[in-house]
């Protein structure tokens, strides 16, 4: 199994940034592919970022591409969403996910953590 904990969310007006950080234990966080997903108000689950097990690849959703950057650090078990440039439709609650294959989510899911970009 994979236990999955974000941190960082907040309240952020309209083009300040946010750093999410989600720390992993249990299963091999270092061999999995990770991502972030995120869920607004009336909306279904969407895909965000992910990262390889390596961090040497990165993928982003068009909507966030040049504003957000995934990473991850394997010594400390952790992902991270640096949000720049944040806009009102990034407003939703964000979640850590692995193990990735290609773009579908994997079993394990984070408890969410709240992002409210305010104008």
């Known amino acids: 199994q994979m236990q999955l904990v974000e941190s960082g969310g907040g309240l952020v007006q ?5 750093r999410l950080s989600c720390t992993a ?3 091999t966080f270092s061999n999995s592919k990770m991502g ?14 992910a990262v390889s097990w390596s961090g040497g690849s990165t993928y982003y959703a068009d909507s966030v591409k040049g504003r957000f950057t995934i990473s991850r650090d ?4 952790t992902v ?3 949000m720049n440039s944040l806009k009102l439709e990034d407003t939703a609650v964000y979640y850590c996910n692995g193990p990735m294959r290609l773009f579908i989510p994997g079993a394990y899911w984070g408890q969410g953590t709240q992002v409210t970009v305010s104008s």
């Not at 309209?14 to 946010?18: D, K, R």
């Not at 394997?74 to 078990?77: G, I, Q, V």
């Open 14 to 18: 309209a083009g300040g940034s946010l």
């Open 25 to 27: 234990s249990g299963r």
């Open 36 to 49: 972030w997903f995120r869920q607004a108000p009336g909306k279904e689950r969407e895909f965000v970022a």
């Open 74 to 77: 394997n010594a400390k078990n």
């Open 80 to 82: 991270y969403l640096q």
